[in-house]
């Protein structure tokens, strides 16, 4: 496996930090990609994201996760969304237009805060193959009736969301009725017993290794079976 740090400018005053991991069956060849961004209170390093990364190029996926501006600064505080969407849509395109990697197919996600900038991403007019949700906050904690999920309907795209059954901020039910209205679209993976990083009670009697796996595997499952959806769909042409 092929590792690459890289700076990816922002603006004129900042560039953020990646990491590209590129399979060992990259040879040349298109190769489909996943670009990750973390949550609001970690980095590009937080653990299991940093498993999910490098896991997937692995299983032949072009993985990429970076940081968000505020995070490269040192800061605690999120940037407002649209500097963090500017700084997902740099990312986004300077791995599409890599012209050595020429990667194929690319889906975007992350951990809670990072996969709902890039559904909003997403939701304001970027093509992309898929959306991957690590935890999605679909509401604040204890208030499930304010909804942060109205821009999912502006997507097109395939949706996977992996969820823990004990996530504070995502009341299943709440989730399922809405994705009930997106039937062709999303696909909802739950972790049971798992909180919004996926942590189980101890009484779980999973380790927090085999729950990360679980989602690697879910992961590369879902990617796959998208691809081929597509590659029917355009043979149907």
């Known amino acids: 496996m092929h590792i ?18 590129l399979p060992e069956r990259f040879n040349g060849r298109a190769s489909p990609g996943l670009i990750l961004a973390h949550g609001a209170g970690s980095d590009m390093h937080q653990p299991m994201l940093s498993h999910v990364h490098q896991a997937l190029a692995g299983r032949g996926i072009f993985a990429v996760k970076f940081n968000f501006p505020y995070k490269e600064a040192g800061r605690k505080a999120p940037d407002p969304p649209p500097r963090l969407k500017q700084a997902f849509k740099a990312v986004l395109e300077r791995v599409a237009s890599d012209t050595l990697l020429r990667p194929g197919a690319l889906f975007l996600g992350g951990k809670s805060m990072g996969g709902r900038i890039a559904s909003e ?11 991957v949700f690590l935890g999605y906050p679909l509401h604040p904690v204890g208030r499930p009736e304010r909804l942060r999920a109205a821009h999912l309907d502006k ?3 395939p ?9 504070p901020l995502c009341e299943l039910a709440k989730l ?11 696909t909802l993976h739950v972790i049971e017993g798992g909180d919004h990083s996926f942590r189980l009670l101890k009484r ?10 679980e989602v690697v595997g879910v992961i590369a499952s879902w990617i796959e ?6 590659a029917c769909k355009e043979l149907d042409r």
Do not use: H, N, Y
């Open 4 to 21: 690459e740090l890289r700076k990816i400018r922002i603006d004129e005053e900042l560039e953020i930090s990646s990491e590209w991991r």
């Open 121 to 131: 991403l997403v939701a304001s007019g970027e093509p992309i193959a898929g959306l």
């Open 155 to 157: 997507t097109s795209c």
């Open 159 to 167: 949706m996977l969301f992996i969820q823990g059954s004990r996530d």
């Open 176 to 186: 399922e009725a809405f994705l009930a209205r997106l039937p062709d679209r999303a």
């Open 204 to 213: 779980g009697g999973r380790s927090e290794r085999e729950v990360w796996d």
């Open 225 to 230: 079976k998208s691809l081929s959806k597509q």
